[in-house]
Every structure is written in C-alpha cells, then in structure tokens.
C-alpha cells in the first residue's frame, strides 16, 4: 500500500509597487517578481513552526511565531475554527524588504493564500474578498493597496467603505514595462508617514484626484505621451523627499532616457518608471544620476503580474534541484488553473 505524503502546499505571491505617483494609499500594481513559500505539514509544536528562509535579502527575517507569513497562515485556521497543523515553512525571498515593492504585502498574502488551500481540503476555505479583508486587517497600518495587487494582479484600485476593502482589478497595458531601481538603503514607511501633514489644501487634493483620474484613463486608452504629467503627485512624494533626496533627480533622469513617467514606489526606497522602449537605457540613466548622488542600488526591469498569488501545483513535497536549477532567480509560472482562488 502506497504511503501517504504529507499534506503540503507552495504559493507564488508578487511584489507590488503602490501609489504609482497620485494614487496615495488607493493604486497598487503587480509585478513578476515573485516570493514563493512552501509549507509542508510537520514538526511537533503548531505554535513553533520550523522555517528556512533562502536568499540574502531574507536574512533579518522571524524564523519563529512571530513570523509574518506564518502569523497570516495561523490566524485563517483560527477565523475558521480549525486546528493549526504543525508545519515546516520554506521561503525563497527575491524582493527586497523595506524597499516599497511590498515584500510584506507577499508574506501576509502568501500566509493566507496557503493556509486556504489547506483548509480547502477541509471545506472550510474562505473567498477572496474574505481574504482581502483579513489581510488588510493584517498588514501594518490597514491600507489595501500593497495587499490587493498580491492577491489579485493587475493593476487594482483600492478603497475602504464601512470597515471593509474594497478592491478593482483591470489588466494593465502589455506594452508598458516597469523599470525599478532600489537604493542599497531601505526606507521606513512609519518614518515616512511622520512626515506627512495632518491636512491639505484644496489645490493639492484636486491636483491629486485630477491626476488619477488622468493616470487611469491614459492606462486605458493607451495615451501614454501623458503619463509623466500624471503621475505628478503633492500627497506624499515632497514630505518623504527628506528621506530620499536624490529622489527627483533619478525621476527626471528616466524620463530625460525615454521613460513615460516615474515616482516613488510605494513608500520607498525604490522608484518606478514606466515605459515601452528604451528599458536598459533608462535605469542606466537613473542609476547613473543615482550615483552622481552618492547612492547606490540595483535594477530591474518587469512587466506587470495579471494574476496575483497562486497557488503551485507540485508533484513532491520538496522543490527538485531539476526545477530550481531550471527556473533560477526568475520565478515566473504560468497563472493557476481557471476557477483556482
């Protein structure tokens, strides 16, 4: 009689850029860059997972409870009145913490994700509305525009009404790239936001929304020569300029090189560029003038993800050196099967 394997499961989560310019705490999008988590049932304590987490960007993550991903797998058991298994976690870190490219938005989707796959077994998953709102409930400072892209790709306008998420996704333009350049430093988003003002004047709220509402409709209709004026923003760019202050020289050096437009991605420290031609040449440009500035970082160029976290369909509990070796640090699968949450 054949053994049985343990109960397992491995999920892909995307790293996300938020804001895009105007769009405070309301835009988010998905990115191919991706971690990936696999959880296999084991261990003897469900309270004290075992985990392993590869890649040096990983290094100063929790390895025990108070473990984010791990945090977000527990408290869905707990919502769902199920018993929490004990699990060894591995996780393959290739976006950068503290760096505005959602790392943490990865961890809290990647938890949920995860654990609703294995309490689907059970016939006690929940939806994906459900799940937004538990992970906005989860990440720090209760805002959807980092979780929502994770969870569902795309480009998705986010908003809370009553307590509960709100979220619409739209596929974003084949043709457009982003290019990213992350400085070696990180920025704190807490740190950030101290800057903000408690308020704002009605000239700088209605230049944000009109910009929006322009960024929105270029996106749509393909109107790309008008981009870098809408990804203007006053919100939130000129107060966390004190933490970056090369920040609006780099924006300006990609779009001298070709880029469409260009803004702080999420809280920081990376920047994100859009454009459709001229990729090498723009972070070039940007990690040239980055340098003029006395700082340094890396680059990437990604199309947009249209899926949002899925989970992997694998053969084996454990990842095949045969796969590793054949997919390295890309990590780009194809979508989940139609219907798979």
Not at 268 to 288: D, H
């Amino acid at each position: 009689m054949a053994l049985a394997l343990p109960a397992s499961v491995e999920v892909l989560a995307p790293a996300t850029s938020a804001n895009l310019g105007p769009g405070f705490d309301s835009l988010g999008l998905a990115l191919q860059l991706y971690n990936r988590f696999s959880v296999v049932e084991g261990g003897v304590d469900p309270l004290l997972p075992e985990i392993e987490v590869l890649g040096p960007l990983g290094s100063g993550l929790e390895r025990g409870a108070d473990n984010l991903f791990f945090r977000a797998f527990a408290t869905l058991f707990e919502r769902q009145g199920e018993p929490l298994p004990a699990v060894r976690i591995r996780m393959q870190i290739h976006i950068p913490p503290g760096c505005g490219l959602g790392s943490s938005a990865t961890a809290v989707i990647g938890g949920l994700v995860a654990a609703n796959e294995w309490l689907r077994k059970r016939g006690k998953a929940v939806s994906r509305d459900d799940l937004l709102d538990l992970a906005v409930e989860m990440e720090a400072g209760n805002h959807p525009d980092n979780v929502a892209p994770a969870l569902l790709g795309g480009l998705v306008a986010t908003t809370m009404m009553n307590g509960k998420a709100h979220a619409i996704k739209t596929p974003f333009p084949e043709a457009l790239k982003a290019i990213i350049f992350t400085p070696t430093f990180p920025m704190d988003t807490v740190a950030g936001r101290g800057l903000l003002p408690a308020s704002y004047t009605r000239t700088d709220v209605t230049f944000n929304t009109g910009r929006v509402a322009l960024l929105l409709s270029a996106l749509q209709m393909g109107k790309y020569e008008v981009i870098g004026e809408a990804m203007q923003d006053r919100l939130h760019q000129p107060y966390r300029q004190t933490l970056f202050p090369a920040m609006d020289s780099i924006i300006q050096a990609a779009k001298d090189a070709g880029a469409y437009g260009a803004c702080l991605s999420g809280g920081g420290s990376s920047l994100i560029a859009l454009a459709s031609t001229r990729f090498s040449e723009i972070l070039r440009a940007m990690q040239l003038t980055a340098r003029e500035h006395g700082v340094e970082g890396t680059g990437k160029v990604l199309r947009a993800d249209q899926n949002g976290a899925r989970v992997l369909q694998t053969p084996r509990t454990r990842i095949r050196k045969e796969d590793s070796a054949r997919y390295g640090d890309q990590f780009c699968w194809s979508p989940a099967r139609p219907g798979g949450r």
